[in-house]
């Protein structure tokens, strides 16, 4: 009994406790926005970027993650700590901010490309919005249309009774116990 107790407890300590907590999400901005965010030779994007952190199978709370470098477009750059923490119990979405080092020169370019893509972000949500007005407007004729023609139709069987139907000639004829009618 204590046997199985301990592999039950064993089980739901490597499976289910892991399920329990997800990935971290960082979200990772600076000012001025569109520095480059990059870690361990691999680039996240340009800020505001999010970063997910595995977590799952971690056993302990907190763990040491690379360093995070994030490079302006003036040469301009700022690193995390070598050392750099991330904890579960603060919670599964985290932010780090990052302000350009003022000392270094070229704040006047890291400003202007900060703008050029806020416009484009504006642009492409502009272009999101309208494809989807787009598709709305192209949903909204096929409804009128179909509304128009089920009008239509109902009409059409509505005046069907009015309609002058053709006369019909029916003649009877009885032979023996039953009668045959022809109509024409």
Not at 53 to 58: A, E, F, Q, S
Not at 136 to 142: D, V
Not at 150 to 176: N, V, W
Request: charged share 20%; with cysteine; hydrophobic share 40%.
């Amino acid at each position: 009994m204590k046997k199985t107790l301990g592999v039950l407890l064993s089980m739901i300590y490597l499976f289910a406790v892991p399920l329990l907590f997800g990935d971290v999400e960082l979200t990772v901005t600076s000012e001025p926005a569109g520095a480059t965010v990059t870690s361990g030779g691999q680039t996240y994007g340009t800020t505001p970027v999010m970063i997910r952190v595995p977590t799952r199978g971690k056993k302990q709370p907190c763990f040491i993650a690379a360093a995070l470098r994030l490079t302006w477009a003036s040469g301009a750059y700022a690193t995390t700590p070598a050392d750099f923490t991330i904890c579960e119990s603060s919670g599964r979405k985290q932010a780090m901010s990052f302000p350009r080092p003022p000392e270094v020169a070229g704040a006047d370019l890291d400003y202007q490309y900060a703008v050029q893509l806020a416009q484009l972000d504006l642009m492409r949500r502009q272009m999101i919005l309208n494809a989807y007005l787009g598709i709305e407007q192209q949903r909204q004729e096929q409804y009128e249309a179909q509304q128009r023609n089920m009008l239509e139709y109902a009409r059409s069987l509505h005046d069907f009774g009015k309609r002058p139907q053709p006369a019909l000639s029916c003649t009877s004829e009885r032979i023996g116990n039953v009668v045959y009618t022809r109509c024409r």
